[in-house]
């Protein structure tokens, strides 16, 4: 999907491109400031061709998290699959720069970009796996609104994942 552009009170979402990978980009998925909660051990070239992959696909929204006042890219959103018929989508999110962590851009940019799935896509519910250890996710995707529930739409391990939903309510 290209060209989307969501903004809410400190960021801007858009469909993230090539030029925006980085090694500064690389090093939140592969340095030594890594996620523990995120697995990617490919090169700055393997990255930007997963980047170009996937945001050339219409299943997938895939979106850089851009502060408003200066664009400098935090982190991405990303939804994928998307599923119109069933109404579905699946969500994964990495807020990169650690300054950025737990002061609630989380929940600020899922809202946000889940309101313009549903009026775009009509997207109703969604989805997503998050780890048991993972503490401060899970918490932030409770605060905004997402319940420890299963689902048929995401494969999970017993005692490593959990399956979290959430129903959109009504425009």
């Known amino acids: 999907m290209n060209n ?19 090694l500064r980009y690389l090093s939140w998925i592969n340095g030594e400031n890594a996620s523990p909660y995120i697995s990617y051990d490919g090169s700055y070239k393997q990255l930007q061709s997963y980047v ?15 502060l408003k006042d200066n664009l400098q890219h935090i982190g991405n959103i990303k939804y994928e699959p998307m599923d119109i018929e069933k109404h579905y ?22 809202k946000a ?22 503490e401060s996710a899970v ?15 995401i494969s999970k391990v017993e005692g490593i994942h959990l399956s ?3 129903d959109l309510p009504t425009l």
């Open 89 to 110: 989508a699946n969500l994964g999110i990495l807020i990169g720069e650690k300054k950025w962590q737990g002061v609630g851009v989380g929940p600020e940019v899922i």
């Open 139 to 153: 918490k932030a995707y409770k605060k905004v609104g997402f319940s420890e529930k299963n689902t048929p739409y």
């Open 52 to 66: 170009i992959d996937k945001s050339n696909k219409q299943n997938i929204l895939f979106l850089g998290i851009f």
């Open 4 to 22: 989307i552009e969501i903004v809410t009170e400190r960021f801007v979402l858009r469909t993230l491109s090539e030029n925006d990978v980085s």
């Open 164 to 166: 979290m939903v959430w």
């Open 113 to 134: 970009s889940a309101k313009w799935l549903q009026k775009e896509k009509g997207i109703q519910q969604i989805v997503l796996r998050v780890k048991i250890a993972n």
